[in-house]
């Protein structure tokens, strides 16, 4: 990013700050925990979802490349060339848990469309509420602290 590239002593700054600061360090570790939950390709299905697909991907594009910005700027300051690389037993355990959320979304994703759906009648459409609630709270439950 540009202020790494005009101000180099900023970026040793923050890197001294994620060295000796206890509470910087735990403010970097949460952001990187948040951030390797994150799954910008199941996001961006979620934003094919509205009726106006223009502004969604034009919003989504936006959230992406700022993620991807937020990403590589925590790495140069934690010195990592991948998120959660000072903990593997949370990447590890993060890990086995998107094989449990990444269908959940899925499934998410196809009720959302059905109780969406202007065709379907709103007696049916109701049907699809209460799946639709339990899978807000499983993947609510799944994300945990940033759920």
């Known amino acids: 990013a540009r202020w790494r590239e005009d101000k180099p002593e900023r970026l040793q700054a923050l890197r001294d700050m994620y060295r000796h600061w206890p509470f910087f360090r ?14 910008m390709a199941i996001a961006g299905e979620y934003a094919g979802l509205p ?4 502004a969604a991907t034009a919003i989504y594009r ?3 490349a700022e993620f991807e910005s937020s990403q590589a700027e925590m790495l140069a300051i934690v010195g990592a060339d991948h998120l ?3 903990n593997p037993t949370l990447a590890f355990s993060l890990q086995r848990r998107n094989v449990y959320m990444e269908p959940l979304n899925h499934i998410q ?10 065709e379907t009648p709103p007696e049916f459409r109701e049907i699809w509420l209460d799946p639709l609630l339990r899978t ?10 940033t759920g």
């Open 84 to 86: 959660l690389a000072d």
């Open 109 to 118: 994703l196809a009720l959302l469309r059905r109780y969406r759906n202007d």
């Open 51 to 54: 009726n106006d697909r223009d």
């Open 62 to 64: 936006k959230i992406q």
């Open 136 to 145: 807000i709270n499983a993947i609510s439950a799944g994300q945990r602290n």
């Open 26 to 39: 735990a403010l970097m570790g949460n952001i990187g925990m948040a951030m390797a939950k994150t799954d």
